[in-house]
């Protein structure tokens, strides 16, 4: 099993520019989720899909969209780039039901300039 | 929101002794607590977990103590290798599909 996928591993943006960060996971789960981490801060959540079909809002949305593709694949869209959105991006994955461990991807290093 | 916090940002470790990383949490409902380690340049790697029904769980060289009554966590790493520097996360949670809430992390530096 790959785990947690992520693409792609390094991305250099100019502000205005729109990307997608493309996530898949291996295991069955049904909740992914997708963070942001910032230098010398932890997580924080930008969105996360309960079960597939389903998408909410976390702690930090704004500029952000997402789409639950199917069970395997959750993507996160930067609609219009700012340098306030240079970070690394995490996804990840849990089984829910009563698991709550979360699988993370390798990560996506984003700097927008 | 309530949100989980950490003592220190960095602890320095000799090589073979205990470490100990501890966590403070505000929010009295939580019921699920998470370890994570994350080593430079990769994702964060799940160590250990604890729910709120107990005070203590062992792993392999690692044992989380969980004191609910002054909302406290730790994490006790014996014998500290050269790879177990990295940041250490706590998280919990209290939705009932476990959306996880992350403290800063702390730095463990391992010196021979």
């Known amino acids: 099993n790959a785990g947690v996928t992520q693409t792609p591993k390094f991305q250099v943006l100019k502000t205005g520019q729109s990307m997608t960060l493309q996530c898949a996971q291996d295991?069955?789960?049904?909740?992914m989720y997708w963070y942001r981490q910032d230098p010398g801060m932890g997580l924080r959540l930008i969105y996360y899909?309960?079960?597939?079909?389903?998408?909410d809002k976390g702690e930090v949305p704004n500029g952000y969209n997402v789409s639950r593709l199917n069970k395997r694949e959750f993507s996160l869209r930067l609609e219009s780039a700012a340098p306030s959105q240079t970070s690394v991006y995490f996804c990840a994955s849990s089984a829910a039901d009563g698991a709550y461990e979360q699988y993370f991807g390798p990560g996506t290093r984003l700097t927008v300039t | 929101g309530e949100s989980v916090g950490l003592h220190l940002p960095t602890l320095s470790v000799q090589e073979g002794d205990n470490s100990i990383i501890n966590c403070a949490y505000s929010?009295?409902?939580?019921?699920?607590f998470i370890w994570y380690k994350q080593e430079s340049g990769k994702g964060p790697q799940f160590i250990i977990d604890?729910?709120?029904?107990?005070d203590k769980r062992q792993g392999q060289r690692v044992t989380v103590l969980l004191n609910k009554t002054v909302k406290h966590l730790s994490l006790q790493i014996a014998a500290t290798q050269p790879g177990d520097s990295a940041v250490y996360f706590c998280?919990?949670?209290?939705?009932?599909?476990?959306?996880?809430?992350f403290g800063a992390g702390t730095q463990v530096v391992v010196t021979p």
């Open positions: 295991m069955n789960h049904n909740s």
């Open positions: 604890i729910r709120s029904n107990m």
């Open positions: 929010n009295s409902a939580s019921d699920y």
């Open positions: 899909s309960a079960s597939e079909g389903t998408t």
């Open positions: 998280a919990d949670t209290t939705d009932s599909w476990g959306k996880l809430q």
